[in-house]
């Protein structure tokens, strides 16, 4: 196993579309092996083939829950439904976060490293992984899908501070605006990180 560089926003392969993955040889399992070990380097909990240079289509991820780590060779979304808000970060652009919808669910469809077929239901931050991995293989990176500039999250923590001391008695808060501004609090603590170095710490998100 070994570590891979990872590419950063800017350079072109990040926007070029995959091509689907047709041998399941020895390489494809050393390059999931590398992969896996690239992400976990990287405190992400997702790492698409083109973050590494290859323009294939498959990703790995792991969101911390009872499927561990796993791998999706030529994916398929099969299904959506819902939809969450939160925010999101990319191992490719470190250290920014974006607020990004996704569906709350999704179906998807994939071969494991050995070419054998899979479909696996995904909620939460699993799909929402999923959507972003997806996206990479089609050359889309997800400050496109963002509803708001990219902040570090020291800027979001002072932004929500500024907004704090200035709500008094008297201040009318937009409602939306405040339902926006527990929106960010609530999803600093899920913020994701391909997906990204700088994962906010536990206490840190609480103080939010
Ligand atoms: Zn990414």
């Given at each position: 196993m070994a570590k891979r560089m990872i590419l950063?926003?800017?350079?072109?392969?990040?926007n070029r579309k995959s091509r689907p993955v047709t041998r399941f040889d020895a390489r494809l399992k050393t390059l999931v092996e590398d992969m896996l070990e690239t992400m976990?380097?990287?405190?992400?909990?997702?790492?698409?083939?083109?973050?590494?240079?290859?323009?294939r289509r498959l990703f790995v991820l792991d969101v911390g829950?009872?499927?561990?780590?796993?791998?999706?060779?030529?994916?398929?979304?099969?299904?959506?439904?819902?939809?969450?808000?939160g925010m999101e970060g990319c191992l490719s652009i470190?250290?920014?976060?974006?607020?990004?919808?996704?569906?709350?669910?999704?179906?998807?469809?994939a071969q494991d490293k050995d070419g054998r077929s899979f479909e696996i239901r995904l909620t939460g931050l699993g799909a929402r992984c999923v959507c972003h991995e997806c996206d990479h293989l089609d050359g889309i990176l997800f400050r496109r899908r963002s509803e708001t500039p990219?902040?570090?999250l020291d800027e979001l923590k002072k932004l929500l501070d500024e907004?704090?001391?200035?709500?008094?008695?008297?201040?009318?808060?937009?409602?939306?605006?405040?339902?926006?501004?527990?929106?960010?609090?609530?999803?600093?603590?899920?913020?994701?990180t391909d997906y990204g170095a700088g994962t906010p710490d536990e206490e840190y998100a609480q103080e939010l």
């Amino acid at each position: 196993m070994a570590k891979r560089m990872i590419l950063k926003e800017g350079d072109p392969a990040l926007n070029r579309k995959s091509r689907p993955v047709t041998r399941f040889d020895a390489r494809l399992k050393t390059l999931v092996e590398d992969m896996l070990e690239t992400m976990y380097d990287g405190e992400g909990v997702g790492l698409a083939a083109p973050q590494v240079g290859v323009l294939r289509r498959l990703f790995v991820l792991d969101v911390g829950d009872e499927n561990g780590a796993m791998v999706f060779i030529n994916p398929d979304i099969k299904d959506v439904k819902g939809e969450q808000e939160g925010m999101e970060g990319c191992l490719s652009i470190p250290d920014l976060y974006g607020v990004v919808k996704r569906p709350m669910e999704v179906l998807v469809s994939a071969q494991d490293k050995d070419g054998r077929s899979f479909e696996i239901r995904l909620t939460g931050l699993g799909a929402r992984c999923v959507c972003h991995e997806c996206d990479h293989l089609d050359g889309i990176l997800f400050r496109r899908r963002s509803e708001t500039p990219l902040i570090t999250l020291d800027e979001l923590k002072k932004l929500l501070d500024e907004e704090k001391n200035e709500v008094s008695p008297e201040d009318r808060v937009d409602a939306e605006d405040k339902e926006r501004q527990e929106n960010a609090s609530e999803s600093i603590g899920e913020a994701l990180t391909d997906y990204g170095a700088g994962t906010p710490d536990e206490e840190y998100a609480q103080e939010l």
